[in-house]
Each structure stands twice: as C-alpha cells, then as structure tokens.
C-alpha cells in the first residue's frame, strides 16, 4: 500500500528535498505550512502539483492534532523551525515557541491520534556548540551557543521522551550543516555563493562576512535527506549523527567558491565586517557518522567541493540575466 508522509517545513530547503525523495518513492506526501496572505511555494514550484498543502501552526496545538488526524500519516518529519541561527538571539522566545515547544506539539498530536505514526525531529550539530570533543558522536554532551541550538537541545530532548514514555517510533537526526542551491540567502554558505555570482557578473564589488575563521562539516542536503527516512526504516527507533567527517573553515568556502567562478584569490573582495560576527560563536564542528554507516548504511555522496561548486553556478546561472551588458 502507498504510504503517506505529513512533513512541516515542506517549502524550506530540506523540506523540499525530502518531498521530491519520497515522491520518487511513490509516497503520498503532505505538506504542512502556516497560513500566509501569500503563498511561499518556490523551492517546491516544481513539484507542488504532485503534493497536498495544508495549513497548520507549531504554535497551535489543535491545529496540529487536528491535521494529523485528517492526514493519518505512516511517517511524520518534523522539519520547521525558527532556523537562522543569528536571529535567535533577537527572537529567543519565538524562536523556543517553534523550534522547542513546537516538537512537543507535534509530538502530542501523534501521541493522541496514532502512536504507531514513525516520527522524525530534525535535530543539529548546533546543540553540540561549545564541543567539548572531537569529533561530536551521539554521546557526545551537548553545550549549546545560541538560542536557537538551547531550543533545539529540548526538541531533542523531549522527542527521546516521548520515544521512552510511550514507546514511539520517534528518531532525531544530530545534522551537521547541510547546504544546497535552496538554502536561504540569509546563511553564510549561500551568501558566498550568491555574493561571488554578483561578483563575477558585476553586480556587486565586494563581498562583506563576519568570521572566517569558524569551522563547520559541510555536507550537501540531498544527502541529508536520505538519512531522513532511512532512520524511519530502521527496525527500533534511534538518534543518528548525520556529517560528513570532514572540516572546512569559511575561509575555505569562500577560497573554493572564488576560484569555481575563475575570479581568482578572494582576498581584494571580501570585507570582514563585525556585524555577522556572532556574540557567542561555535569555532568547530565536525561529526562522527559512523553508527549511522553501520546501522542504516548512510554516506554522503556529494563532496565539499563538488557542493561549493554546484551553489556557485546555480546563482551564476540564477543570476545571468542581470548582468550588464
């Protein structure tokens, strides 16, 4: 029989990556998002008449409970949240509304409904912050650096609750940084991308940053999103750690995105500007995947280089039109 999958945060970059997954897995698949005066459809344009909208609130419990229970879904993938790091600490309570309590309502609508609904949390390497190991494993203490990584530690917290209090089928993805062509121009990576495109077609002189010394594992989201739903293949519920294995500063990012453009050395062009310094930075992440290689049989396939490059010709080609004649 064809499963269904409910997935909030379907149009945000990982959500429209899961999407197109499980359609090509000949899932039903339904999207929750929040009532808007207009419709934000344009990571899943392409894909959106093959999939059902509806309109929900991690705010609002009953909303939540009443569209699992319209929906009745076999896989449930927590995917929204208040995601953009720096805007944690202007928005702290809203961001632990949505990205805290909202995993306890999603939660509470399964509990209610279906406890046999398998439920996905989208965890983050940002719980781990202020590392206090390397490389960061599944049992490697949390030690959060923002709002945003405080409020994901709960939601990972309370979904391995709820698994042990009720036995659910409920897992939580550790994700490491996670970037694509569809990540939101508010985050570094793709401010790289983009500001090296305007560069490289003469919309923009430079390019200003805060520290590019601050070190991530990058990987690319289409891989991510495989990891998903193999966690919710699995035969028991577990947490994974999801990374790549491998470190790479800005610095680096913004070296290989220069040079995939054939601009050369970045350094005439990149301003640093203490403005996108944050107040308490997380200096080096990088994650051991190794129980998630040998339980689910995840590895990424996209490299750090083949995924700089990819981002940078995707706005090239965005952005082509623009270009002065």
């Avoid at 000949?26 to 509806?54: A, D």
């Avoid at 929900?56 to 939540?64: A, H, K, N, P, V």
């Avoid at 990576?189 to 010394?213: E, F, H, M």
């Amino acid at each position: 029989m064809q499963k269904t999958a409910l997935i909030t945060g379907i149009t945000g970059q990982d959500g429209s990556y899961l999407a197109e997954f499980l359609l090509d897995k000949g899932y039903r698949v339904v999207g929750m998002t929040r009532r808007t005066s207009t419709e934000v459809h344009e990571r899943i344009e392409h894909i959106v008449e093959n999939i059902e909208i509806v309109s929900g609130d991690l705010l609002d419990q009953t909303s939540m409970t009443s569209i699992v229970n319209d929906v009745r879904p076999d896989e449930f993938y927590n995917l929204a949240a208040q995601s953009f790091v720096p805007a944690s600490w202007t928005q702290p309570v809203l961001t632990g509304e949505f990205t805290a309590l909202g995993v306890t309502r999603a939660l509470e609508a399964v509990r209610h409904v279906d406890q046999s609904i398998r439920f996905y949390q989208a965890s983050s390497s940002e719980m781990f912050g202020k590392v206090v190991e390397v490389p960061q494993t599944e049992t490697t203490p949390f030690y959060p650096r923002s709002p945003y990584g405080v409020a994901k530690v709960y939601g990972h917290w309370i979904t391995v609750n709820y698994r042990e209090s009720y036995d659910m089928f409920a897992c939580s993805g550790m994700l490491f940084n996670h970037e694509s062509p569809r990540r939101g121009k508010e985050f570094v990576t793709r401010k790289i991308s983009d500001g090296v495109a305007r560069i490289k077609l003469g919309l923009a002189s430079n390019l200003r940053l805060g520290n590019l010394d601050a070190q991530r594992d990058w990987g690319f989201a289409g891989d991510y999103v495989r990891a998903m739903w193999l966690m919710l293949q699995d035969d028991a519920p577990d947490d994974y750690v999801i990374a790549t294995g491998r470190t790479h500063s800005v610095r680096d990012f913004v070296r290989i995105a220069f040079d995939a453009a054939g601009l050369g050395s970045y350094e005439p062009y990149v301003v640093t500007d203490p403005r996108f310094v944050r107040p308490a930075e997380v200096d080096m992440l990088i994650g051991d995947a190794g129980k998630a290689r040998r339980q689910l049989g995840w590895v990424p396939e996209v490299t750090f280089e083949q995924l700089v490059e990819m981002m940078v010709k995707a706005d090239l080609d965005r952005l082509a039109d623009r270009a002065p004649a």
